[in-house]
T-cell receptor, first 115, second 115 residues
Framework: EAGVTQSPTHLIKTRGQQATLRCSPI?????VYWYQQALGLGLQFLLW???????NRGNFPPRFSGRQFPNYSSELNVNALELEDSALYLC??????????????FGDGTRLSIL | GNSVTQMEGPVTLSEEAFLTINCTYT??????LFWYVQYPGEGLQLLLK?????DKGSNKGFEATYRKETTSFHLEKGSVQVSDSAVYFC??????????????FGQGTTLQVKP
């Protein structure tokens, strides 16, 4: 069974540009989550999508947005990139609407570097 | 709010030594608890989970018991190998009055095992 796949592996942008990160969940999983892992800040929850709808978002500005497609894949968009957006962005998926009995399974992440 | 605290790293051990990584949590309701492991250059892998008090999660020789009375979920392994060198994250499912979908992570503990 294929795991969560993310693309691209690395992405280099400059300040003010826009970035799009993509995620394909494990087959059969309907919930997708995005996390940011920045140096010194740990793992921070960004967004949760389930059945095409945004269910929750973390404490991030509106320039972080995303969507979930009918095939349950997802993309994360970051507009007006800032230096502090440099981080590893991790996508996770779970079977059903992410409750206590539905562990989240993570991809290998997209390393976003802002120059 | 809910939170997770892990012991400071790095933890350096010799091969075949006993491992304990401490994790304590603060939470309302009845969260599930998880340990994830992150190898260099990779995403997070689910190591084990426990969904209710007194549950013991186990996998690949690692164990952790959900202790509600001490709000702890310490990770243990009887005999570590060099291949166990990684960063370990304790996490809880953020569930108060409703399911937020997010995991709350500790800051991570780096384990280095020397031959």
């Amino acid at each position: 069974e294929a795991g969560v796949t993310q693309s691209p592996t690395h992405l280099i942008k400059t300040r003010g540009q826009q970035a799009t990160l993509r995620c394909s969940p494990i087959s059969g999983h309907t919930s997708v989550y995005w996390y940011q892992q920045a140096l010194g800040l740990g793992l921070q929850f960004l967004l949760w999508y389930d059945e095409g709808e945004e269910r929750n978002r973390g404490n991030f500005p509106p320039r972080f947005s995303g969507r979930q497609f009918p095939n349950y894949s997802s993309e994360l968009n970051v507009n007006a990139l800032e230096l502090e957006d440099s981080a590893l962005y991790l996508c996770a998926s779970s079977l059903g609407a992410g409750g206590s009995n539905q562990p989240q399974h993570f991809g290998d992440g997209t390393r976003l570097s802002i120059l | 709010g809910n939170s997770v605290t892990q012991m400071e790293g790095p933890v350096t051990l010799s091969e075949e030594a006993f491992l304990t990584i401490n994790c304590t949590y603060t939470a309302t309701g009845y969260p599930s608890l998880f340990w994830y492991v992150q190898y260099p250059g990779e995403g997070l892998q689910l190591l084990l989970k426990a969904t209710k008090a007194d549950d013991k999660g186990s996998n690949k020789g690692f164990e952790a018991t959900y202790r509600k009375e001490t709000t702890s979920f310490h990770l243990e392994k009887g005999s570590v190998q060099v291949s166990d060198s990684a960063v370990y994250f304790c996490a809880l499912s953020d569930q108060g009055s409703s399911n937020t979908g997010k995991l709350i992570f500790g800051q991570g503990t780096t384990l280095q095992v020397k031959p």
